[in-house]
């Protein structure tokens, strides 16, 4: 499966956006898929998943109860509604989706086959 993250931009402290990744290739119900971001000189950081079975969704802490991860398999789309952003949240976004992933290893960028170009989120104070 290829994927393809868009909806980045330029925003202020307190703004919303949502990211969408589009899958294409294959079948996107069986894959697991999570976003993660990675600031200037930082390593890549686990922001939030959702399961291919199920729908289990599971977030960072310092995005919990702002960001939500969210599917439509029937689109091939997997997005992430980010509200109340803070400058803090600027980086780039990518998102990666697993075949055969496990819980223990969904925060993990090493267990993910397919990823995603980046779209780059700025928050302004």
């Known amino acids: 499966v290829q994927l393809q993250a868009s909806g980045g931009g330029l925003v202020q402290a307190g703004d919303s956006l949502r990211l969408s990744c589009v899958a294409s290739?294959?079948?996107?119900?069986?894959?697991?898929v999570a976003w993660f971001r990675q600031a200037p000189g930082k390593e890549r950081q686990f922001v939030a998943g959702?399961?291919?079975?199920?729908?289990?969704?599971i977030y960072a802490d310092s995005v919990k109860g702002r960001f939500t991860i969210s599917r439509d398999n029937a689109k091939n789309t997997v997005y992430l509604q980010m509200n109340s952003l803070k400058p803090e949240d600027t980086a780039v976004y990518y998102c990666?989706?697993?075949?055969?992933?496990?819980?223990?290893?969904?925060?993990?960028?090493?267990?993910?086959?397919?990823w995603g170009q980046g779209t780059l989120v700025t928050v302004s104070s």
């Open positions: 290739g294959r079948t996107f119900s069986g894959y697991s």
């Open positions: 959702i399961f291919r079975t199920g729908g289990t969704t």
């Open positions: 990666a989706a697993s075949s055969r992933i496990i819980y223990s290893s969904i925060g993990v960028p090493s267990a993910y086959e397919q």
